[in-house]
């Protein structure tokens, strides 16, 4: 086999399988905010969805920061200029209200979502699901007895309407409009996402659902999602989002707020599969009060460009906060990702393990931020980054930033770069295994730890997505 | 002579150097052939020219298992097909266990989307490995992960007692091995010893070739087989050493 073969075997071998998420309907569309973005488009969203005008006014004003900000390519990559923000369409829906019963929901966007394999999901395992399609949910629905309990589940604009003195309190306040350029622009046009209260002392037991799906093309989804965990509830969020293949760039840039009051326990899952036109720009963070714990578990897989550094602020004592993170950078994608920690109280710690795969040529980078102030004392972070390569022309950069002062602090760094080497392969092979399956296994292999820290049903799901990735178009 | 690994006038060479010429050598179903040579004269390369490498260019020749040619396959085609290869320096697998290890090795030989009998594989392996003297913990480290030599063969030997080759090539199995591993690797080789399998055992020593009695010896010289026996030959080779091989049999 020449060495052209070789590498076109290679990347055949690898070659996402999109046929699941690869297919688009109509766009017939009741409600378009039009193309390109100003204040009569902020107007045009916020009164289409009956908005108050503080809401009206806190998205104007996080337009102006949008405008104002520079684009952060000083640090990051230089593709964010390939954004044409004017070439966007920011709000897109069918006039659909969320709708309670699977058959209420318009049978294109239930065909979309079929084909997911969602409602079959729910069946199985979920406490609670909400199904957004482009810019608004289409299907949500809970467990009775969460209702019953008090749990909270819906959009951003129900939430702001009828539990403000719930939601008002914490929306935009874990991660402020001026945060950073995405956090405005998504402050400026959100429209969908979830709205979670669980009061106090409930544990919901099963999980609460959302999956995220972009139809339109030139489309930017800007879903807005605030967590609120009452004193010693309990509660663990998963978020799955598709689009299909489009020749030109979509943006997805989402907000992520949650609070674990005191010793309360989040649990965020995500497990994003987009397609290869998808800039995906993502802020999430979480507050951990006293006794409290916020752990992200953050699966990556496919978008043009991923940028999500999930982070937890340590407030009370004894909190804790965690990310794992798995990224799978493909030809002509680059997963930049990481963490951030920031201790702010005592006996607060923090663990991050972030695991990246580049094949092809595809970049990972690992960005992390790990503070603790010489105020405090006995705080401890552990951070592992380990990065594997499949071939010669991937690329992985790892870049951690850590801060510590003060006494009786520690911290602890390890990272490493491993290699899929050919030898590897041939004795996989050698024992009956295609190259895809070996390649799967190896990465498979490479996560295996991490991924025994997730709840079964995931851990199933992103060894079923791994396979798909590295077994591609080989039989 | 179909039930047979067939191996005819065979040139290969790595980058630009010639290490197998006009490599021949037949091995029936059901017998253990040896082959022995100094080192560099090609034995660790027809093992992997065998099995499909892909760092080898085969210019001539051919290979057939039962009559079905081997050579220019990808090395999972030869695999499926039933050859088997225990390695001398055999690869470590980070995070996959030996258990999930084999249980894809046999997947990958059912046909797509059949059940697997996971309960029989399980009962399977165990009886295995109890038969290597192989802790049941084993099933859960990561293939050959910090494994000893020993440990690295035996668990060579576990996954060819589990595939159930139609040939097996053992390279170097005894390398590294001490006196007691020894014997359990080369039981478990007797143990599968019979009609159903042909067996190619290549060695440096004589030694192995007391555990595993070889119906026939070979003795390789600069890529090809220059001297063939019974089993006495190993003892004559271990006595007059291989310069007699390079002064007497290569000049021959």
Redesign the interface.
């Known amino acids: 086999?020449s060495e052209n073969d070789?590498s076109q075997a290679q990347r055949e071998a690898i070659e996402v399988d999109r046929t699941k998420g690869d297919f688009k309907y109509a766009e017939d569309y009741a409600f378009d905010a039009g193309i390109g973005l100003n204040p009569q488009v902020i107007d045009y969203i916020s009164k289409v969805k009956g908005e108050d005008p503080w809401i009206l006014e806190f998205r104007q004003k996080a337009l102006k920061i949008f405008n104002d900000l520079p684009m952060p390519t000083h640090w990051a990559t230089q593709d964010l200029d390939s954004i044409k923000f004017d070439s966007i369409r920011y709000y897109l829906a069918k006039g659909q209200k969320p709708v309670r019963t699977w058959e209420e929901v318009p049978e294109d966007v239930k065909e979309t979502f079929e084909r997911l394999g969602i409602p079959e999901s729910e069946r199985k395992f979920l406490a609670g699901v909400e199904a957004q399609f482009d810019s608004e949910a289409v299907y949500s629905r809970m467990k009775d007895e969460l209702e019953k309990q008090g749990v909270i589940f819906c959009g951003p604009t129900e939430g702001l309407r009828d539990h403000p003195d719930i939601f008002r309190k914490w929306f935009g306040k874990v991660i402020p409009a001026g945060d950073n350029k995405f956090a405005a622009l998504n402050s400026a046009v959100f429209s969908g996402g979830s709205f979670i209260y669980v009061p106090k002392g409930v544990k919901v037991a099963q999980p609460l659902q959302a999956y995220f799906r972009i139809n339109a093309e030139n489309f930017g989804q800007f879903e807005r999602t605030l967590i609120i965990a009452d004193e010693g509830s309990e509660v663990t969020y998963m978020e799955g989002c598709t689009a299909p293949k489009f020749e030109t760039a979509t943006l997805h840039s989402a907000v992520v707020e949650l609070v674990a009051l005191k010793g309360a326990k989040i649990q965020y899952i995500t497990v994003q599969n987009w397609s290869a036109n998808v800039f995906n720009l993502v802020t999430k963070r979480g507050v951990a009060e006293e006794d409290a714990e916020v752990r992200w578990i953050d699966c990556n897989i496919g978008s043009r460009l991923t940028m999500k550094y999930p982070g937890v602020v340590l407030r009370g004592k004894r909190a804790r906060g965690e990310v794992l993170s798995i990224a799978l950078a493909n030809d002509g994608q680059h997963q930049d990702t990481g963490a951030k920690m920031i201790h702010a109280a005592d006996e607060t710690s923090s663990n991050i393990i972030a695991k990246s795969i580049s094949v092809g040529a595809g970049r990972s980078t690992y960005r992390g931020l790990v503070h603790m102030p010489k105020t405090l004392k006995n705080c401890k972070n552990n951070t592992e980054c380990d990065a594997l390569l499949i071939n010669e022309h991937s690329r992985t950069d790892t870049y951690p930033a850590i801060s510590v002062r003060g006494q009786k602090n520690s911290v602890q760094h390890e990272a490493s770069v491993?290699k899929v080497?050919?030898?590897?392969i041939?004795?996989?092979?050698?024992?009956?295994?295609?190259?895809g399956?070996?390649m799967s296994?190896?990465v498979?292999?490479?996560?295996?730890?991490l991924v025994k820290e997730f709840p079964m049903e995931y851990s199933v799901e992103l060894k079923r997505l791994i396979e798909l990735q590295m077994e591609g178009s080989v039989g | 002579m179909a039930d047979s690994l067939i191996i005819k006038n065979l040139n290969a060479s790595i980058g630009d150097r010639q290490i197998l010429k006009n490599f021949s050598l037949t091995i029936p179903k059901g017998e253990v052939h040896a082959i022995m040579g100094p080192n560099g004269t090609g034995k660790s390369t027809l093992a992997k020219v065998l099995?499909?490498?892909?760092?080898y260019t085969v210019q001539s020749g051919e290979a057939t298992l039962d009559g079905q040619p081997i050579l220019g396959q990808?090395?999972?085609s030869?695999?499926?097909a039933g050859l088997?290869?225990a390695?001398q320096y055999?690869?470590?697998?980070?995070?996959?266990t030996i258990a999930?290890?084999?249980r894809?090795?046999l997947i990958?030989?059912q046909e797509k989307g059949a059940p697997f009998d996971a309960k029989a594989y399980y009962a399977e392996l165990y009886a295995k490995m109890d038969a290597l003297k192989m802790d049941r913990k084993f099933t859960s480290r990561?293939v050959n992960e910090g494994f000893s030599g020993g440990e690295k063969k035996r668990c060579e030997i576990l996954?060819m007692m589990m595939?159930k080759p139609k040939y097996a090539v053992l390279d170097e199995t005894d390398s590294g091995l001490d006196i007691d591993a020894l014997r359990i690797v080369s039981e478990g080789v007797n143990h599968m010893r019979g009609p159903s399998i042909g067996c190619l055992v290549i060695t440096h020593y004589q030694r192995l070739l007391e555990y595993i009695v070889p119906d026939r010896v070979h003795i390789m010289y600069d890529g090809h087989i220059v001297h063939s026996g019974g089993k006495e030959l190993a003892v004559e080779l271990e006595a007059k050493g291989y310069d007699w091989v390079k002064k007497e049999l290569a000049s021959a």
């Open positions: 086999m070789e491993s080497s050919a030898e590897q041939f004795y996989m092979m050698q024992r009956g295994l295609s190259e399956e070996a296994l190896a498979n292999g490479f996560v295996n730890d | 099995a499909g490498h892909p760092d990808e090395p999972d030869i695999a499926r088997f290869l390695f055999p690869s470590e697998i980070p995070g996959v999930n290890f084999i894809a090795a990958a030989r990561f996954q595939l």
